[in-house]
């Protein structure tokens, strides 16, 4: 059975495994914190770790990125995407009005991810201007010290499962800004990992630190990569942490590690004084369409 360390019961992170895995048997362990999510890898206490690396509306998110690059050397081994939809909850009770409906003036604090948070702004707006925001370590968290709370007038951006497993009410449904919000997640750990269905497509991930003072070289980098028609998803800039302006550039490539082109464009990026490091190789899977869509 595998051991899979992920972010809160009731989390998004929470639903979205539960749909790559469907009915396969697990043990799930919840951390509180994206670093104990890490370390339970490196520390041997889980097999696999969920990370939430990208987001529709936020973009990168940056911390958990630094952590598999900078952090931890744990390969990337499956990714996939799973809608994001976030609900105010909270006790009923505390913030019906008279007429039965909810009285969100009633509502002196909001607690969610800070990511949930940037992706509920204009419900904010309109509907809770006078709440004072306050982060936590991820939705799940925020439904749990709302729940532990009675009577203060705190409520959450959560998930539905996040709700029913602190006993909460969904005071609304489907919050955030965009229909059109989606997080990419990660699956690492030391093992490749086997699942009974077929991704939609691979992917190799890498780290690219391009020499110094050498002009030109991030065009010859995309170039060994062009005419070779490999196809880049994704490309950004992060801080090498080592001196100010100093970044290295992070690369997501369609196609296997062990396929010749890709494996030629990397010997020929090597050649120009390049630093390339293979974060992993894996497949991908897409939301499908044809699943009920979780709230």
């Known amino acids: 059975m595998k051991r899979i360390a992920l972010l809160p019961a009731g989390s998004v992170s929470h ?16 951390h509180k914190l994206i670093s104990d999510v890490f370390m ?32 931890v050397d744990v390969p990337m081994r499956a990714e996939w995407v799973y809608p994001s939809i976030q609900n105010l909850v909270g006790r009923r009770e505390e913030f019906e009005g008279e007429d039965g409906t909810i009285d969100f003036a009633k509502i002196v604090k909001v607690l969610s991810h800070p990511v949930a948070i940037a992706q509920c702004r204009t419900f904010i707006a309109e509907h809770l201007p006078q709440a004072e925001l306050e982060n936590a370590g991820s939705t799940a968290e925020g439904a749990a010290q709302a729940a532990a709370h009675p009577g203060s007038g705190w409520a959450a951006f959560s998930t539905r499962l996040g709700a029913r497993r602190y006993g909460l009410d969904i005071l ?28 939609e497509h691979d992917k190799t991930s890498m780290q690219v630190i391009l020499p110094e003072d050498y002009a030109g070289a991030l065009h010859q980098v995309l170039s060994a990569f062009a005419w070779r028609r490999l196809n880049l998803s994704r490309i ?26 890709l494996q030629a464009a990397v010997e020929e990026i090597a050649a120009l004084g390049c630093q390339v490091r293979i974060l992993g190789s894996y497949p991908c899977f897409a939301y499908g369409q044809e699943k009920p869509e979780a709230q």
Not at 237 to 253: A, C, E
Request: aromatic share 8%; no cysteine; proline share 4%.
């Open 15 to 30: 639903e979205a495994l539960l749909y790559l895995l469907e009915e396969e048997p697990v043990e799930l362990i919840h």
């Open 40 to 71: 339970a890898v490196v520390k041997g206490e889980a097999d696999y770790a969920v990370i939430p690396i990208e987001n529709t509306i936020e973009g990168s998110v940056s911390l958990h990125m630094d952590w598999l690059v900078n952090e």
């Open 172 to 199: 609304a449904e489907r919050v955030t800004d965009h229909d059109n919000n989606y997080t990419r997640f990660v699956l690492i750990g030391p093992d490749e990992l086997r699942l009974d269905k077929s991704g």
């Open 236 to 261: 950004e800039s992060r801080p090498t942490k080592k001196k100010l302006g100093n970044y290295y550039f992070y690369i997501d490539v369609l196609e296997r590690a062990d396929s010749i082109l």
